[in-house]
Structure formats: structure tokens, C-alpha cells
């Protein structure tokens, strides 16, 4: 059995000395001027073309600040078979630049669908000729259609030391409308799948050396008591904390979704980072040069992170 | 504007007298023997070439008996980006065979990926070179988080005559765990998750001119009661229903999703129809030829859901 993926993450987090992962979400519209496509609409492949100079830049700028990538594949279906050929090409290439792989893939759908996408997003290759470096480490998945759902991925996270990072608690306030049902009663949606998550992520067999399962949680920073409330609910369970800077989770938010070991948690930044050449912060200091303002900004969202961390450690 | 695709839908049931829709869920291992790619694990490309082929034969055998195809994507992301490739293939095939196309992808997430997701699966390509023919006339989705997650699909959806199908009330049993929550409460997550749907799609831009909306729901047919009390909840939303012979809906369970003009729904069978020649009651007559199976499957299948509609006529 390979080793386990939430061990590799610590040890890949403390190499870098933060928990922090850049989320690469490449929109057409707002690449760099210099490498966005001709033509409106542009040919398939020009826009292709775009996104990998830009995901590579990304990478090549950010491998040294962080331990992980996570790579949104809407952002590549959105160029279709192409776009998915470039989203396992983009994993492979994080992969030789010393990065782990989460792929934002949020899927979930019933037990025989579920293994086809277990197949296609997390397992190695079943056809000879595919690199399983293609491959992510681990994904996102939606856990909505319950365990049948979720049970194919976490046998191949168990059997191949990866990882599933399972929807709890969304960012987005217009998910409230169902992750707060129902309204009138204490216990919440949100509150019942935390539940149901953690007891996913139990057996034995999802545990690794430092203590936490196979199966983590993704689990927007809100209010810090209601997060404490979660890590509580949930203690094996390693989140995955979407929305710091663009979507506004604030350090102290970020802080609650951390164990007093200064485990437990790994902060995304996707926009702040990537789209830092349009952030007046960084281009004017360096001007034109979009590639130099992504790394400064990495390198100021890894040393928040790492921060945060050291608070709970305190 | 495009014409309404429900009012598209109802046009080509009545043209073939049924409202059933064939699932294309291709599995490498249960392919026919004759077309099963060499190789243990096979290449990539002839895994590819023999789900070309065998789609293709569910298509041409399909064709003349049902108004619809539902292309499980799951099934195709298994063989990476050329299994992508040949699924948007198999729309444009099943487009030019003059079947409408549902594209079954499940996606949910917030609202800047929903956006990037509707531009992959559901709009008119914004590149030059791709050909609207390949994209589905309609798809379903996760609706859990929330209307921002729906919005941009329903946006595409007046916008182009297109349709999507939330999921309310999915057929796996182990859904129920969160489907059924609270347990103790009458009202139940699915019902609230269909109140939701209904008031997604009600503004005036969604209704075609038969009364349906193009916000659509995904509904199980379970035990008849809840399923009636379904129809009245949503009484402008198309059901399509799935798991309809492998998974167990019967006609009368079936029958409760429809309205009693006979309209208001569509029924989806995959397996039993797909490997059909795995069925001795095919196999008994047609031997070898496994596209007979397959054809004859699919006929007895559309008029059993042509009876199903008749029934609610009477």
C-alpha cells in the first residue's frame, strides 16, 4: 500500500512550512494580455494554448511557497475533451514540480456511476497506456447521494494512498438555503453531513500515522464558533477551507478550522493568487511582469497560512 | 430564442408515441465479446474505438423508438479526455440520428464554477471551431448548493431552448440517509430540495407554451404516495425518472409521475436495455446478435412507458 495521503501532505506542509494551496482556475477573459488568444470567438486550440502558458507560470511560481495545487476541472471542461486532456496534463506537471494534486472535481452521483468516476479521478490508470502521474492525489466530492456515493472513492483512497475531501460546508451564502434547513430546528443540514462524513472516514483502515483519515471535509471558514463546532464534530477529519482572500475568509476564521498541533486544515486561495498582476498591491511593484506579481502574492498567502498556524500553536 | 425544450420534448414523445429515454452507460467489461478491446489492461485507443461502436449500435437501434438519449459522462470521463471526446461524439451522433440529448453529468458548485460548468456542458460553444451539435439539449445537475449554482445553467437554458433536471430524489437506497434527514421531522430534505426546484424555475422566462418549466427534476419513483405528493409540489417541473427495469421502478410507481394529461414526465432505462443480449429473454431469440437484443429491449421498453402514459389518460 502506497503511503498515506494525509501523512504526505503534513510532511509536504512541513517542508514548506505552510498549509496553504493555490487554486488554479484559469478564466479566458482574465489571463495576462500578453498570453490571452486572438480571435473572438478563438480557435480551440489557441485558447488551449493560453491556458497551459498560464497554468505552467502558475505552477513554476508557486511550487516553491506551497505544498499543493488543487485544480478546478470546470475551468478545463470549459474547453472541452482539450481542456480535460490539459487539467491531467496540468496535474502531471505540478506533479514533477514537487507538488501534491487536489482535483476540484466536486462529483457525486450513485454506486455504479461513482466507481466509473472513482476510475476516471482517482484510481491509477486502468488502461496501459496513461501515466498515473496524470492523476490527482486526491479530489473534492459532493456526498449528497450518501454513502453508495462516496464508498467507491475511499476504497481507492485506502487502497492507493489518496485522498477525498468531502462538501460539508460550502463558501457561497446562496448555499445556505439548503445547507440551513431546516430553518427552525438546531440540528442543520451541514451539522447532519459533518456527521455522516466522519463516520465515512472511521474505519481503520482510512487512518493514518499522524491520526487523521483518508476522508476530509471541505468546510468554508463562517462564523469561528460554528467551525470550532465542526472540528469539534469531525476530529479526524482534515479540512479543506475554501474562499481566502477573493471570497473574503479572514485569518481568524481560517485559524478555527486548525487543530492546537497546528494540523487539520490546508487554507485555499485560487483568484487572490492567480490574478495577482491585476491586484495594484503587487503590479506596482512589478508592473508588467504578471508572473513575478503571482509569486509575490503566493508568497505572501503561504506566509499568512503559516501564520494562522503558528497562532494555534501558542 | 430557440424553441422551449420541453415543448421540443413533448413534440418528438408524440412523434414516437412514448416518453421514454435510453441511458448510454458503457461499461468496457460488459461490452459484447465481439467488440471488447484486446489487452488486459487494453490501450487507451481501442478501449475508446470500442465504445464508439458500441454507442453508436445503441443509437442506430434506438433511434426509431424513443424520443431521447441520456449520455451518462461518467462512463466516458473513465477513459480520461478522448472518453470525453467521444462523449460530446455521441451527442452529435445521437443529434444527427434526430434524438434530443440529455447530458447526465450531476455537476453542482458555486457560482463562478457553475458558470464555467454551463459554458462546458450546456451553452452554445464560445470557441470557433467546436460545433453546437456536440453540446447536449439538456443536462442534469446537483442542486445543493444553492440557487447560485443553478442560475447560470437556467440563464442558458431560456436563453438557448435548453433544459436542465435538478436532482431531487435520487433511486439509490443509501441516499436516503441524507435525503430522508430529519429523521424525526416530517418535513424531509428531498421535499424541501423539490421546493427549492420548483421555485428555481418559475419565473415566466422558464414556461413553455405546454405550461412545462425547462427547470426539470430528477425524481425516483418510489412508493406512489410520496411521488404524487411530488407532482403536486412542482406541478411545472418535467420529471426524468430514472431506474426504470435494472434498478427495480415499476409501471405503476412510474405512472405517479406523470400528470393525468399523460404529460409531465420521462422515464429512463439504461441497463436493461444497453445489455439487453445478457438477457435470456433477448438472447433466447436473437442468439449472437446482440443489436437485436438491444433493439428489441428498447422496443418493448417504449411501450411499456406508452402504456404507463395511457393508463394516466384514461
Same mark, same amino acid.
Given at each position: ?99 501534491? /494534486?487536489?482535483?476540484? @472535481?466536486?462529483?457525486? =452521483? !450513485?454506486? #455504479? *456511476?461513482?466507481? +466509473? ?5 482517482? $484510481? ?90 483518508? /476522508?476530509?471535509?471541505? @468546510?468554508?471558514?463562517? =462564523? !469561528?464558533? #460554528? *467551525?470550532?463546532? +465542526? ?5 479526524? $477529519? ?77
Amino acid at each position: 500500500m502506497s503511503e498515506h495521503f494525509i501523512d504526505r501532505l503534513i510532511d509536504a506542509g512541513r517542508a514548506r512550512g505552510t498549509f496553504a494551496v493555490v487554486g488554479l482556475d484559469p478564466v479566458l477573459s482574465r489571463l495576462p494580455a500578453a498570453i490571452r488568444p486572438a480571435g473572438d470567438p478563438p480557435q480551440l486550440a489557441d485558447a488551449v494554448n493560453a491556458v497551459r502558458a498560464f497554468g505552467r507560470a502558475v505552477i513554476d511560481r508557486c511550487a516553491a511557497h506551497v505544498p499543493a495545487v488543487k485544480i478546478n476541472i470546470a475551468f478545463f471542461e470549459a474547453l472541452y475533451a482539450a481542456g480535460v486532456d490539459l487539467y491531467h496534463e496540468m496535474a502531471e506537471y505540478a506533479h514533477r514540480a514537487g507538488l501534491l /494534486v487536489i482535483g476540484d @472535481i466536486k462529483r457525486g =452521483d !450513485i454506486g #455504479s *456511476t461513482a466507481r +466509473l468516476y472513482g476510475q476516471a479521478h482517482l $484510481a491509477a490508470p486502468a488502461v496501459d497506456d496513461v501515466s498515473a502521474a496524470r492523476i490527482p492525489d486526491a479530489v473534492t466530492l459532493a456526498g449528497y447521494l450518501g454513502e453508495n456515493a462516496v464508498t467507491p472513492f475511499i476504497d481507492i483512497a485506502t487502497r492507493e494512498g489518496k485522498g477525498v475531501f468531502v462538501l460539508v460546508r460550502p463558501s457561497d451564502p446562496g448555499a445556505d438555503q439548503v445547507h440551513e434547513f431546516p430553518n427552525e430546528a438546531p440540528g442543520k443540514f451541514y451539522q447532519h453531513m459533518a456527521d455522516l462524513v466522519a463516520r465515512w472516514g472511521s474505519a481503520a483502515a482510512c487512518i493514518g500515522s499522524a491520526g487523521y483519515s483518508c /476522508v476530509g471535509a471541505v @468546510i468554508a471558514a463562517k =462564523d !469561528i464558533e #460554528s *467551525t470550532r463546532a +465542526l472540528r469539534a464534530r469531525m476530529p479526524k $477529519a482534515w479540512f479543506l477551507v475554501p474562499g481566502y482572500g477573493a471570497q473574503g475568509g479572514t485569518a481568524e476564521r481560517c485559524a478555527a478550522c486548525f487543530n492546537p498541533d497546528g494540523l487539520g486544515a490546508i487554507v485555499n486561495a485560487s483568484r487572490s493568487v492567480i490574478y495577482a498582476f491585476d491586484n495594484d498591491r503587487y503590479s506596482a511593484e512589478h508592473g508588467d511582469d504578471w508572473q513575478a506579481c503571482i509569486e509575490a502574492s503566493c508568497r505572501d498567502f503561504a506566509a499568512d497560512i503559516a501564520r494562522i498556524r503558528d497562532m494555534k500553536r501558542e
